[in-house]
């Protein structure tokens, strides 16, 4: 059983910056995908920023230059680090893993909470 679990969210006034965690239960060195995804009230979720294991990453058009998606295979880790939060960032963040060979699945974290306001 594959694990996620995610830390890093609270509260922060627009123009803030928070770094959020996701810590794996398993290695994640070679055959995992991982993501960040969003979901705020109302809203369908989205894709944040993924990063690939050779650390190739791609980022939702609303976070690009603001967000940065990294990942540390040795602790089974992945970040967000978040800068210039803007009130429409507020959503519930998720850690995914997508494993990239047989047999696919993806793993989701419970998520954390962003809440940025003043």
């Known amino acids: 059983q594959v694990q996620l679990v995610e830390s890093g969210g609270g509260l922060v006034q627009p123009g803030g910056s928070l770094r959020l965690s996701c810590a794996a239960s398993?290695?994640?060195?070679?055959?995992?995908?991982m993501g960040w995804y969003r979901q705020a009230p109302g809203k369908q979720r989205e894709l944040v920023a993924t990063i690939t294991s050779g650390g190739s990453a791609n980022y939702a058009d609303s976070v690009r230059g603001r967000f940065t998606i990294s990942r540390d295979n040795a602790k089974n880790t992945v970040y967000l680090q978040m800068n210039s939060l803007k009130p429409e960032d507020t959503a519930v963040y998720s850690c995914n893993a997508e494993r990239i060979i047989s047999p696919r699945r993806s793993y989701w974290g419970q998520g954390t909470q962003v809440t940025v306001s003043s």
């Open positions: 398993v290695s994640i060195f070679s055959f995992y995908t």
